[in-house]
């Protein structure tokens, strides 16, 4: 098959993840939903529509919002299923409920086409220094064919036998980091509200026993209430905690901190912060702990 990939969806983490593939060899076509965001990658060749992108290429990647952007994009109307050749493959690299990547799984299969779920842990900086994690979900050579893509994207993977269990294994991730943020931000209010300083606090937990990336990644932002620019915004997250819950409940399983962390969030949306940084859901907890709200 071809080494063009058709790399559709050009926000935050598309674009240098596109640039990177270009600048490791590989010929790029981008295209994205809105026009404003597909120009200027370096290396790479835009594309009017998705059947230009996927015309010949050998495999398709797709970096999307939601379910129902990945949806439309693949399965509407001149959409990305479709358009592909057969024996191409496309690798979902959204984060996406595992209903829809079994979904999605079944679709190629019917139409003859390949498909790995492979979403990625990491913001877009790091996306732009090839430091992902990635978590590819499929047939063993399926992921073996797709590996040096992964290779120019990220820093290592962590395979799944299953598009289903690379799905469940982002969102189970996602739930772990969303608890982390919580409990930070419940503690710095804590800490707040009995005269410590947050950031003294922050430094010693982070020096001490809770010294994890996101800790220390999410932790100096909630001490010091500074939620803008996002890394990854807070309305995605709520998405991703929401997904998270309902393929609980379609296992049986509660989750509890992820009930609270997506009541705080989605509090947070309401009030019209949900380009924030997610670290920003520490605003609410601040303000339902009594201590002065975050200005924009």
Do not use: C
């Not at 598309?14 to 270009?22: E, F, I, S, T, Y």
């Not at 430091?131 to 050579?141: F, H, K, N, S, Y």
């Amino acid at each position: 098959m071809s080494d063009t990939i058709a790399f559709l969806g050009l926000g935050r983490m598309g674009r240098p993840m596109a640039a990177n593939l270009a600048a490791a060899g590989f010929t790029v076509r981008t295209w994205n939903r809105s026009r404003r965001a597909d120009q200027g990658i370096a290396g790479t060749v835009r594309a009017d529509s998705i059947a230009e992108a996927a015309s010949g290429a050998g495999f398709a990647i797709t970096m999307l919002a939601d379910d129902r952007a990945l949806k439309e994009v693949t399965l509407g109307a001149d959409g990305l299923l479709s358009a592909l050749a057969p024996g191409a493959v496309h690798i979902s690299m959204s984060t996406i409920s595992p209903a829809l990547a079994d979904r999605l799984a079944r679709e190629h299969i019917a139409a003859g086409r390949d498909f790995i779920a492979a979403p990625v842990f990491g913001r877009p900086d790091a996306a732009a220094a090839r430091r992902l994690w990635i978590v590819p979900g499929g047939e063993a050579d399926l992921l073996a064919r797709a590996e040096p893509i992964f290779a120019a994207l990220g820093q290592g993977t962590w395979p799944t036998a299953t598009a289903h269990g690379a799905a469940l294994t982002k969102l189970i991730g996602n739930f772990l980091l969303a608890a982390t943020v919580e409990a930070l931000a419940e503690a710095f209010a804590l800490a707040e509200r009995g005269g410590l300083d947050p950031r003294k606090l922050q430094q010693m937990l982070a020096g001490t026993l809770f010294g994890s990336p996101a800790v220390k990644g999410y932790g100096p932002r909630i001490a010091t209430t500074e939620f803008q620019p996002a890394g990854f915004a807070l309305r995605l997250a709520l998405k991703d905690v929401t997904l998270a819950l309902g393929a609980a409940e379609s296992l049986g399983v509660a989750l509890p901190f992820a009930e609270v962390a997506r009541d705080h969030l989605a509090a947070a949306d309401r009030e019209g912060r949900g380009d924030w940084d997610w670290a920003g859901v520490g605003s609410v907890v601040r303000e339902r702990a009594g201590l002065p709200p975050v200005r924009a």
